[in-house]
């Protein structure tokens, strides 16, 4: 029998540090999951359009994946062994995510996160480069680890003293909010082109690696066009960085076209670094750099304790088997279509609704308080998304300042899940006005 919520809410508040914070004035408790469903302790079911943090890719509890991994256990396999000892499933893994990615990334190194595939990128480029700065960007987020975190653009992410260790941040590709005053359709990329003002005017003029989200997860699904990443790549490396593209959230197909968004866009990156949807749920992440990266790694012992263990890598394995069986990237982007043609309808009868944005099943609506002025609507924001979980729906939420939905249910989602989020966002949007006009 589950514990009450009472009971974990004041084990929470006695144990845990004081930064775990929880969603929903009346939060859920998570218990059981199966596809696209997730159910609490009382037995009431949830179409889970959040999957963790953008986690789930193939479904939760997918059965073939259950399957691999009651077998493992049945036959003793091996829990725990490092890179110092042979096990198939980490060279497997390896094989297969390096088939799938874009021309030149041929070698893989696996964590047990996103932060520390971050890292990993981080030091391969400094060490290729003999430089130190790395450049980010403003709206960004890329980990909770120390160099991660210190490229990260939000203030609510950062704490007191949180070393800002060699880092610089470029202005952000944020066309609904464009830095420049510009809008899409006249703008000259200003956006890329202040990536070399930064590096001209805030480094000795070279710098060890850009790194950026094909879209910008934390930020608020912030989609920039496949210019603005063509511009940057032409930048960094003419200035001598490794330009790092962070899927931690887009990868594994989630944005409908490849397997990497990276790819998708024709981006010229040098590492590419996953984790989430990778292990559909297990905790594993994913360095993939070009040759020259690896190569000058040569003669240093990088090591990785649980990185690539044989039951996460065994159960990516199985994931990626499933995104390509079941044609999930296909499936991502048809209903990824289907949903931003329903949420543009939205948007017309919602005032609150400034922007729909997004790719695939990575989709933002970023909700401000009046369409002209763009102000912030965070409190309705978190008004709508309660609503929606008492009508069996949990979205996610972010931007700077907590004002996005965030929908990015499992690869899996049918058309009929589609027409209740569309359903149940339309109600909750009309009920969310009226009890905040009281
Ligand atoms: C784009 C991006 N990069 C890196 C990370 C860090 O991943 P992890 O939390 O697995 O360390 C996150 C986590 O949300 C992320 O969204």
Redesign the pocket.
């Known amino acids: 029998m589950p514990q009450s919520n009472e009971t974990i809410l004041e084990k929470r508040k006695k144990h845990l540090i004081a930064s775990a914070v929880h969603y929903y004035k009346t939060p859920v408790q998570l218990v059981k999951a199966k596809g696209q469903y997730v159910y609490d302790q009382e037995g009431r079911t949830f179409l889970d359009c959040i999957g963790g943090?953008?986690c789930i890719s193939a479904g939760h509890n997918h059965p073939k994946i259950k399957q691999k991994l009651l077998s493992m256990i049945e036959n003793d396999e091996i829990q725990h062994t490092t890179l110092l000892f042979l096990n198939e499933h980490v060279t497997n893994l390896a094989e297969d995510l390096l088939k799938e990615a874009p021309n030149g990334i041929d070698r893989a190194f696996f964590t047990n996160?996103?932060?520390?595939?971050?890292e990993l990128a981080f030091m391969a480029s400094r060490n290729a480069t003999g430089e130190t700065v790395v450049l980010n960007l403003r709206h960004?987020?890329?980990?909770?680890?120390a160099a991660?975190l210190s490229s990260c653009g939000h203030h609510t992410w950062r704490f007191k003293g949180q070393p800002m260790a060699s880092v610089t941040s470029a202005m952000e590709p944020y066309c609904y909010r464009c830095p420049f005053g510009k809008k899409p359709d006249s703008c000259s990329l200003e956006c890329a082109k202040n990536i070399e003002t930064t590096i001209q005017t805030s480094t000795h003029g070279k710098i060890a690696a850009f790194i950026a989200?094909p879209v910008m997860?934390?930020g608020g699904f912030i989609a920039p066009p496949k210019e603005y990443f063509h511009e940057a790549a032409k930048i960094v490396h003419n200035y001598g960085g490794k330009y790092i593209s962070?899927e931690?959230?887009t990868g594994v197909g989630r944005c409908g076209g490849e397997y990497f968004l990276t790819k998708e866009l024709g981006i010229d990156a040098d590492v590419i670094?996953m984790?989430?949807g990778l292990g559909n749920g297990a905790a594993i992440?994913a360095a993939l750099m070009k040759t020259e990266l690896s190569t000058p790694l040569t003669g240093k012992l990088f090591f990785n304790t649980f990185g690539g263990d044989p039951f996460q890598t065994a159960q990516a394995k199985v994931t990626l088997e499933i995104i390509r069986e079941e044609k999930l990237i296909q499936n991502a982007r048809t209903m990824g279509n289907y949903l931003m043609e329903g949420l543009k309808t939205l948007q017309r009868k919602h005032a609150w609704i400034g922007d729909v944005r997004g790719r695939g099943l990575m989709m933002g609506i970023e909700l401000v308080k009046d369409p002209t002025t763009k102000e912030h609507a965070t409190q309705e924001c978190a008004e709508v998304m309660e609503i929606a979980k008492n009508k069996g729906i949990l979205f996610g939420k972010g931007g700077l300042f907590g004002n996005v939905l965030r929908i990015a249910p499992p690869l899996s989602i049918t058309k009929e899940n589609c027409d209740e989020i569309l359903k149940v966002l339309d109600e909750s949007f009309f009920e969310a006005k009226s009890k905040m006009k009281v």
């Open positions: 943090i953008v996160s996103g932060s520390e595939a971050n960004s987020y890329h980990g909770g680890t991660a989200e997860g934390v962070d931690v959230q670094t984790a989430k992440g």
